[in-house]
């Protein structure tokens, strides 16, 4: 089993400690490398602001660092495979280090983008298409049909508000996660600032525990980041910051005059944020402005409508003077990019996940409408509801090693060993199995010696009588027989003979029709005489075929003469004329002359010796 990680925001990944750590999964996990040492610093700070019991905590630090551990690391593009599960993965957009990962199961492609954007900003990337199209695309729906107002319209929004509202004595309070937009926004306000010297009196403060350490991160991944960045990283560090100071603590703030506070968290649920909302949203010169995407259920999400009264962290209610401003720099995929990067890849099956169900339900419409030709599935699954399809692949084995040296006719039947690996299939020899895997092949020598104190020409001679190959062979003064080249007979001393092969089906048939020959031999002990040098005379052996065949003749039929080089065979007052050479029968008696024919093609295969390799 494998697990991918998309990116280091907690929606992705706060459960992986517990996941790795609690449960019985013993697969590996992978991300990028800047993905990696983010989750630690969010995970870690994570614990120490999570207001819960110690018995309540799915996990601790601890448990953080033994994850650490089994974490493996991907770049973009590098291909790696795990029991045949062959993935890659592609820039994604949305955060530093987030990656879409493709993954190749028996030939099923699916794609999962995780969060993505398709429009390259101040830092990031564009998230890249794909070279080919995959069989399912499993893609995020955040924004469903909204569309996201242009980037150049949106950072002029957003630095107006800030300019008036600090330029008329106001506070500007900027709620935003520790990492991912924080650094667009970063990167926005200093290079503002430098622009218009009169507000260099005017401090910025990013207000975030992590702050420095998320800093040292983005300066340790340069390379992962747009063009633009790395060429500004070749004169100076872009995100050593001349306008902004870190802050760790309103300890450390003095609220004495206008100024610009970025603080997490982005939803205004506890933390820094909250504890400056809560300070500063009666005085209506102050602003707050929400720059991405607000969770239903936060303070974020209420106070976007303006309400009256809001309801402060410590219970009491206070009029809501400041402005709100929402202007969404959320690196989420809007409407456009998600039908125009749909409509680029063309997956014939859509899977919509992290959305909220009615926008889910409303970009599903939409799709289909875009999709119109009906060959496109689009799919919107509940949380933990499970998905299945079924997919038709023809499965082909590649010949490779000396099999692929020569094209096979059609029809042609290819021989050798099948090795399947993972989800592909490679036909070889078994000759070039220890070069195109990591088996190699063996074989096993058998041997058995057999008490036999007979002659061993019995043995011989008997041996002959049945296979068609029996070679005389001389190994280090010993008797030895070749049956078939297969099994090897040695004259091991006087009571003893011994039986040689390499095990397989065939010759281990060959080895005990040998072995029940010698131990049958050994019982009758015949007086058999051979002549040396004549059992191989051909005109010998077919006198022997000869008379027993005129015997097995008479006693099938009786009256049986020869008449010119033919068998005449008599039955009942019909004749038959038996010519052995050719085994042709002429007789006006039909019945006679199959049974003739029949009697003969029985008698010639029982008496001729096996042919093995026919």
């Not at 403060?205 to 991944?221: E, F």
């Not at 029940?516 to 015949?526: G, I, K, S």
């Amino acid at each position: 089993m494998v697990l991918y990680l998309c990116s280091f925001h907690l929606d992705h990944a706060a459960s992986l400690p517990y996941f790795l750590e609690k449960t019985k999964f013993k697969g590996r996990v992978f991300m990028t490398h800047a993905t990696k040492a983010i989750y630690k610093l969010l995970l870690s700070d994570y614990v120490k602001v999570s207001k819960v019991s110690v018995e309540d905590m799915l996990f601790d630090e601890e448990h953080i660092n033994k994850s650490m551990e089994k974490i493996e690391v991907i770049d973009f593009h590098q291909t790696l495979e795990v029991n045949g599960i062959r993935f890659w993965c592609y820039t994604a957009g949305h955060v530093l280090g987030a990656a879409m990962f493709m993954v190749d199961i028996a030939g099923v492609r699916v794609l999962y983008t995780g969060d993505y954007s398709r429009e390259e900003d101040r830092h990031l990337r564009a998230a890249e298409l794909p070279q080919f199209s995959p069989d399912v695309c499993i893609i995020e729906s955040t924004y469903g049909v909204q569309n996201h107002q242009p980037r150049i319209s949106r950072e002029k929004q957003f630095t107006d508000v800030i300019y008036n509202t600090v330029s008329q004595g106001g506070r500007v309070l900027i709620p935003a996660f520790a990492l991912g937009r924080a650094q667009e926004l970063l990167l926005i306000l200093d290079e503002f600032w430098t622009s218009h010297p009169e507000l260099h009196n005017i401090p910025i403060y990013y207000a975030s525990p992590l702050a420095k350490r998320c800093m040292a991160v983005y300066q340790t991944y340069i390379n992962s980041m747009n063009e633009r960045i790395r060429n500004q990283f070749a004169t100076k560090n872009p995100f050593d910051f001349k306008h902004i100071s870190p802050l760790k603590s309103l300890d450390e703030f003095r609220d004495v005059g206008p100024a610009v506070v970025m603080a997490s968290p982005g939803g205004l649920q506890s933390g820094l944020s909250r504890q400056l909302f809560d300070k500063w949203c009666m005085d209506k010169k102050n602003a707050c402005v929400l720059p991405g995407y607000v969770v239903e259920g936060t303070l974020a999400k209420t106070i976007i409508n303006e309400p009256k009264e809001v309801t402060l962290a410590s219970g009491l209610t206070a009029p809501l003077n400041m402005k709100v401003h929402y202007i969404s720099f959320s690196a989420h995929a809007d409407y456009n990019q998600t039908s125009t990067f749909l409509g680029e890849l063309m997956p014939p099956n859509i899977i919509l996940v992290h959305g909220e169900a009615n926008e889910m339900g409303r970009l599903k419409q939409k799709l289909l409408s875009v999709f119109a030709d009906g060959n496109t599935k689009i799919l919107t699954p509940k949380n933990c509801q499970s998905v299945e399809m079924h997919f038709n692949s023809q499965k082909t084995a590649k010949a490779i090693g000396k099999l692929a040296e020569k094209t096979p006719a059609v029809g042609e039947t290819v021989s050798g060993l099948l090795v399947k690996k993972g989800f592909t299939y490679q036909i070889m020899p078994p000759e070039d199995l220890h070069i195109f895997s990591q088996l190699s092949t063996g074989n096993v020598i058998q041997r058995i010696t057999i008490p036999y104190s007979g002659a061993f020409a019995v043995i011989k001679h008997r041996l002959k009588q049945i296979y068609q190959s029996v070679e005389d062979d001389e190994e280090l003064g010993l008797a030895v027989l070749k049956v078939h080249d297969r099994v090897t007979v040695k004259r091991e001393s006087e009571n003893h003979v011994s039986l040689h092969w390499a095990a397989d089906p065939i010759s281990d048939m060959v080895c005990d029709s040998v072995v029940a020959l010698v131990l049958n031999a050994t019982r009758e002990l015949p007086k058999l005489v051979v002549e040396s040098g004549d059992e191989a005379n051909v005109e010998e052996e077919t006198k022997k075929v000869d008379k027993i065949m005129h015997a097995l003749l008479v006693s099938l039929f009786g009256d049986v003469k020869y008449e010119e080089g033919r068998l005449a065979i008599n039955v009942d007052g019909n004749k038959a004329l038996l010519d052995k050479q050719s085994g042709e029968v002429e007789c006006e008696n039909e019945g006679l002359k199959e049974r003739v024919k029949t009697a003969f093609r029985r008698i010639t295969s029982a008496v001729k010796p096996i042919p093995l390799d026919g």
